[in-house]
């Protein structure tokens, strides 16, 4: 991808288990302007996750002593765990790279308050809510627990499309990848556009 005139911060937003941290991996990859906006979480990292590469890692106590230092564009608690975007950070990234948030409606209703942020905001989701359950039970990163939780936050999350720029259907990962470097392009050329978000009505009867 040629780099344009200026950088552009992409939003991906969905339920849990629709597959936006693979995409955003895969952009990242393939386009390295692009930087993931690493999100600051009291979450206890994962086995194959690094600190300061996947998320910082921190306390309640420091995230909490990051709000009242008013650090935060966006911050929220999702599942029992607090997560949040770093100021500094995006101020710092936007300067030489383009920048890919991995967050949800509630990250993105925050950051969309900013109107010095030129969004661009994609909403993924799947044909159905049972793909949502399959793949969280496929990649088995969650307990029962968890899996029950995150599948019924589905419908209250997908309320929430209408905050956003594109909906996408992840049916199948590299169409979806295709779908979103095209958006990525017509931003770069000035001429992104909103689409009707009528057409995906019936996506998820």
Same mark, same amino acid.
């Not at 993931?36 to 990292?45: E, L, Q």
């Given at each position: ?15 849990? %288990? ?15 302007? +692009? ?14 996750? #690094?600190?300061? #590469? ?8 420091? +995230? ?19 997560? %949040? ?38 909403? $993924? ?12 039970? %496929?990649?088995? /990163? ?6 029950? /939780?995150?599948?019924?936050?589905? $419908? ?18 590299? /169409? ?13 050329? +000035? ?15």
């Amino acid at each position: 991808m040629k780099h344009d005139k200026k950088n552009i911060m992409l939003i991906l937003s969905s339920p849990s %288990g629709v597959g936006k941290t693979t995409l955003t991996k895969k952009i990242q990859q393939k386009y390295p302007n +692009f930087k993931v906006s690493i999100s600051h979480t009291t979450r206890k990292p994962r086995s194959n996750e #690094v600190n300061g #590469v996947d998320y910082h890692f921190v306390s309640n106590e420091k +995230f909490e002593e990051l709000i009242s230092s008013n650090m935060f564009y966006e911050y929220a608690k999702i599942y029992k765990n607090s997560y %949040g975007t770093s100021k500094n950070s995006v101020d710092e990234s936007i300067k030489k790279n383009d920048i890919i948030f991995d967050i949800d409606w509630q990250g993105t209703k925050q950051l969309s308050k900013h109107k010095k942020l030129e969004l661009v905001k994609i909403f $993924l989701v799947t044909k159905n809510r049972e793909e949502v359950k399959k793949r969280l039970i %496929g990649r088995n /990163q969650n307990s029962d627990e968890e899996i029950k /939780q995150r599948f019924n936050s589905f $419908l209250e999350d997908v309320k929430h499309w209408v905050d956003y720029d594109y909906i996408l259907i992840n049916d199948n990962l590299d /169409q979806c990848f295709k779908q979103i470097e095209k958006i990525i392009f017509d931003q770069k050329k +000035f001429s992104l556009t909103r689409i009707n978000l009528s057409t995906y009505s019936n996506a998820l009867v």
